[in-house]
């Protein structure tokens, strides 16, 4: 097919007979490539006016394992009838989906393909000639992506080639801004409002203790949540008010610790049972909302019932209480780390006797991976990690194995 060739310098209108000619050209093409090759084939530059007519790639937020809609975006297009893009994309951490339009006219027709690796061709048009505009924002088509199980550090940029939008009269409606959008695929997001969206990996239907730290040794509680697959969407409310924050999941074993017995003195000093299994260690916590739990005790259970005072009760004007398992509340504890001068770690960690924990490690408390398994005997589980030495830092966790 012989292309119309415009220019920015000189952009003349052609006469109706050749702008007939060229549509059916167009028209006999339909269907031989998959696509229609728009009337007008010319390159476009970005430029950064904010009152050149737009084409926007938007950023979202995405989820390993799962399917992705990225809206496509047009403003200050005005009179068109059809255009033509590429959207380029690394394949190694997406892969392309389906491709929607949204439009406004119900005659609007959308085509795509996959010309090359890593690039999706795009074209929408209508067969009847028909001209829409948008002034202010609005959407165009819906790029489909998917995201792999494995992807932690998101799409990487998505960005427009060869981009082209004509009129009914087969001029070019030019020059273009051409503004280029990403997924999100990471731990933490932080939103507009200062809360943190955040995902932590998880089984289906296994209860968990979310916990937040902003120096990975005092974690705190800020939530607990059954999963319903392999990944948990998380919302932390007060993410605002601290510099930085980590997060962690882990797993809250059935709690058969029962409160009794709860009398408060003239003093203001409360006392009460907690009644739970011998030989296991329990740490008390104290609320006065239901929401923010503080730890205030932990105590280990030589007989079925264990003898409490809350000596601050009496500052507080109302507190609740509750016991959960110490390896429930903290996930296990490392400690006494060491590093031989060949560069190998070793280190203790502490937990319930008899219960089986996941060492894991990583560089960049964000990917992590599974060096080994423990069980205590006797409290403690001495650990060494003889490929420390390929690494010039590294950092270690535990998870209690199912």
């Known amino acids: 097919m012989k292309h119309l060739k415009l220019n920015d310098t000189e952009l003349k209108p052609p006469e109706d007979r050749k702008v007939n000619r060229c549509k059916r050209r167009a028209q006999r093409l339909l269907g031989m490539l998959g696509f229609i090759p728009l009337v007008v084939c010319l390159p476009l530059s970005v430029r950064s006016q904010t009152n050149l007519p737009t084409l926007s790639i938007a950023t979202v937020i995405g989820y390993p394992g799962q399917s992705v809609t990225v809206p496509v975006r047009g403003v200050r297009l005005t009179n068109f009838a059809a255009m033509q893009f590429d959207v380029r994309y690394d394949s190694t951490h997406v892969t392309p989906g389906a491709v929607t339009k949204v439009s406004p006219l119900s005659d609007q027709i959308i085509r795509s393909r996959e010309i090359a690796p890593g690039v999706r061709r795009v074209v929408l048009y209508s067969l009847v000639n028909r001209s829409l505009t948008f002034t202010n924002t609005g959407s165009l088509a819906n790029l489909g992506f998917n995201v792999p199980a494995t992807e932690r550090n998101g799409s990487g940029p998505i960005t427009f080639s060869n981009a082209a939008i004509a009129r009914p009269n087969a001029t070019?409606?030019?020059?273009?801004?051409?503004?280029?959008?990403?997924?999100?695929?990471?731990?933490?997001?932080?939103?507009?409002?200062?809360?943190?969206?955040?995902?932590?990996?998880?089984?289906?239907?296994?209860?968990?203790?979310?916990?937040?730290?902003?120096?990975?040794?005092?974690?705190?509680?800020?939530?607990?949540?059954?999963?319903?697959?392999?990944?948990?969407?998380?919302?932390?409310?007060?993410?605002?008010?601290?510099?930085?924050?980590?997060?962690?999941?882990?797993?809250?074993?059935?709690?058969?610790?029962?409160?009794?017995?709860?009398?408060?003195?003239?003093?203001?000093?409360?006392?009460?049972?907690?009644?739970?299994?011998?030989?296991?260690?329990?740490?008390?916590?104290?609320?006065t909302n239901l929401v923010n739990w503080v730890d205030i005790s932990t105590n280990y259970s030589a007989g079925d019932?264990?003898?409490?005072?809350?000596?601050?009760?009496?500052?507080?004007?109302?507190?609740?209480?509750?016991?959960?398992?110490?390896?429930?509340?903290?996930?296990?504890?490392?400690?006494a780390l060491t590093r031989s001068p060949d560069g190998k770690a070793t280190f203790e960690f502490g937990g319930i006797t008899g219960r089986s924990y996941t060492i894991q490690a990583s560089t960049n408390l964000v990917q992590w991976v599974n060096l080994g398994n423990g069980t205590v005997t006797n409290g403690l589980v001495n650990f060494n990690d003889t490929n420390a030495s390929n690494f010039p830092f590294r950092f270690y966790r535990l998870q209690m194995s199912p």
């Not at 932080?190 to 990975?216: E, R």
């Not at 949540?225 to 990944?231: D, K, T």
């Not at 882990?250 to 003093?267: I, K, W």
């Not at 601050?312 to 490392?334: E, H, N, T």
């Open 172 to 287: 070019a409606l030019a020059p273009l801004a051409l503004v280029p959008g990403t997924i999100f695929v990471k731990a933490v997001n932080i939103l507009s409002d200062g809360k943190a969206q955040f995902f932590l990996s998880s089984q289906p239907d296994v209860k968990y203790l979310i916990q937040a730290t902003t120096n990975l040794i005092n974690w705190v509680n800020i939530g607990t949540n059954v999963a319903i697959g392999n990944y948990m969407d998380l919302v932390d409310e007060d993410a605002a008010l601290y510099p930085y924050r980590f997060y962690r999941a882990v797993l809250f074993p059935t709690n058969d610790a029962r409160l009794g017995g709860l009398s408060r003195l003239s003093t203001g000093i409360v006392s009460f049972d907690v009644r739970g299994t011998p030989g296991r260690t329990y740490v008390i916590q104290a609320s």
């Open 305 to 335: 019932v264990i003898a409490f005072t809350d000596v601050d009760s009496s500052k507080f004007p109302q507190r609740f209480y509750r016991a959960v398992l110490y390896d429930g509340a903290s996930g296990g504890r490392i400690g």
